[in-house]
């Protein structure tokens, strides 16, 4: 039986207890939807009002140069690089997951000459298969044919007129974690390129891109990240690749020389192709400052704390008879999961809603799933504990049956 001393000798002596204090969270909110929004912290909130008030109220278009906002993309590439397992060079931080997504597919189908398949799961996030579905009916399917198949007929499903791979590291509803060395060495016997998107892996758990000669990959800044919402994502290729690639969105800041003003476009080197559009500048700020809470640690630790905080999570459902009715959705191994645990049941978006209204924080994803995600730099163990013991109350008496925890909002 785990008692109360047990929940408070776990959080004495958690290495990574200290960062709590690093992040502006709403006092007596149980926060556990960091692996769909992130925290806020102090040094973004700090960041955020020196850019507008000091950067942009004073400095104004100096800025750019004073304040180095034009290498903001670079210098925000390189803070996320080490959290993926990617040395230097590799990461730019521009736009979103889905446009980014746009321009890897447009470069890796360019490299495949003969080729025109591009292989994905059923239940990958759907704005991955919406980007191809989109570029399917751009370049027509001789050109981009979107292939399916479900998440364990991936391997067998690598055949050689695949020419791209586009999986997510951990599934958004299920938390079931792709083992993405394996699959990208058998990919690469087939002559596959291979997208990873580590929308729900980056900032939560050792993630090796280059150790796995990964392709391409994108990522988010709004997740584990911290960097708020709507932050810009990141793109990642490989170095090997930086010489032939060639991204579509030619904007002016993928340029070589984007201040010469030439009316004909000469791709900038390396990685920095993939800038297009000029970057949202506070957005952008605020994720460099949120960076920062990942520089004393190392995602092992993150990883191990993660473990551990989901073990007590499912340790706590034993105990509680009426939690039965909540089936886990999500593997058992620890080596198969993300920083997440999902559970199905019938009522899943009245009992999200009812938890939210006791100020514990976790989210619904349709149809029947509450995701209780675990983001180790500010989840204590004593926030399982109140959670799982205030859903405990909301199941078993039945509260999620109340006619205000059944009205749905746009976003669920």
Known sequence: MIDL?????LDATDPLAHKKAEFDLPSGCVYLDGNSLGALPF????????????????????????????DLPQKVGEKIAPLIGAAPGQVICCDSISVNLFKLL?????????????????????????????????????QCELRICAEEYIEQSLHSDVAVLLLTQVNFRSGQLHNMQRITKLAHRHGILVIWDLAHSAGALPVQLDDCQVDFAVGCGYKYLNGGPGAPAFVYVASRHQQTVKQPLTGWMGHRQPF??????????????????TPSIVAMSALDAALDVFADINMHQVRTKSLLLAK??????????????????????????????AFAHPQAFAICQALIAQN???????????????????????????????????????????VAYQQHSKVT
């Open 5 to 9: 001393q047990h929940i408070q000798n």
């Open 43 to 70: 040094a973004a909130k700090k960041r955020v009002a020196e850019v507008v008030s000091e950067q942009w109220g004073k400095d104004l278009i100096k800025s750019w140069n004073c304040h180095q906002w034009i």
């Open 106 to 142: 447009c470069s890796a189908l360019a490299m495949q000459k003969g080729r025109n398949v591009v292989l994905s799961q059923g239940d990958n996030f759907p704005t991955d298969l919406y980007m191809v579905q989109g570029l399917q009916d751009l370049l027509g399917e001789t």
């Open 260 to 277: 010469r003003f030439d009316p004909e476009y000469s791709a900038a080197e390396g990685v920095h192709q993939y800038l297009s559009g």
């Open 312 to 341: 007590l999570c499912l340790d706590l459902f034993a105990q509680y008879r009426a939690l039965s009715a909540l089936t886990l959705a999500s593997p058992m191994r620890n080596e198969e999961r993300g920083s997440q645990l």
């Open 360 to 402: 514990v924080i976790c989210d619904f994803r349709a149809p029947d799933i509450l995701r209780i995600g675990f983001t180790p730099l500010y989840t204590s163990y004593a926030d399982v504990w109140l959670a799982v013991s205030r859903l405990n109350d909301v199941v078993e008496n039945k509260v999620f049956k109340e």
